[in-house]
Nanobody, 125 residues
Framework: QVQLVESGGGLVQAGGSLRLSCAAS????????MGWFRQAPGKEREFVAA????????NYPDSVKGRFTISRDNAKNTVYLQMSSLKPEDTAVYYC??????????????????WGQGTQVTVSS
């Protein structure tokens, strides 16, 4: 069983930056692939970033590529999402997720076995 707790959300002006953190419990964190998703009101959950257990194979959709960076510190059981050049359309609840194995479907929410409770990010124009 893995428990995930996100933090770092908040209100920021357009063009600003935020770093989200996701702290995981469990001894096997360093074997899990990790992902970030977001969900805006009235919209479906959207893939944001994914990372293998090794820290390699970073993946992003075009909507955030070049602005967001996912990273992980296995010694701290934590995954991060550094967000820069934020836009109002980035406003959403951001969720981290853990998958017991990395797959080519890293962009699908069904791939992930565990989810955090989410943290709100609001970008004002």
């Amino acid at each position: 069983q893995v428990q995930l707790v996100e933090s770092g959300g908040g209100l920021v002006q357009a063009g600003g930056s935020l770093r989200l953190s996701c702290a995981a419990s469990g001894r096997t964190f360093n074997t899990y692939a990790m992902g970030w998703f977001r969900q805006a009101p009235g919209k479906e959950r959207e893939f944001v970033a994914a990372i293998r257990w090794s820290g390699l194979s970073l993946n992003y959709p075009d909507s955030v590529k070049g602005r967001f960076t996912i990273s992980r510190d296995n010694a701290k059981n934590t995954v991060y999402l550094q967000m820069s050049s934020l836009k109002p359309e980035d406003t959403a609840v951001y969720y981290c997720a853990a998958a017991t194995s990395y797959s080519d479907t890293y962009y699908k929410s069904q791939t992930y076995n565990y989810w955090g409770q989410g943290t709100q990010v609001t970008v004002s124009s």
